[in-house]
């Protein structure tokens, strides 16, 4: 009975363990969506101004 105890106690442990690591990578993965939303923004606004800029320079 003891032994199934501590062998309990361990597999606890281990799921904690994991949970905690699960947290920190999904933690990590929204910083990195937020990121890359505004790295997308940033993208389109410098197209969006760079494009008038290249006509008028080549005369059209």
Known sequence: MEGKVEQLER???DLDTKVTEMHQLLTQ????RW???LMIAV????????????????GR
């Open 11 to 13: 597999k606890i442990y």
């Open 29 to 32: 993965a929204k910083g990195a």
């Open 35 to 37: 990121m890359l939303m």
């Open 43 to 58: 993208g389109g606004f410098i197209a969006g101004k760079i494009v008038p800029i290249v006509q008028y320079l080549s």
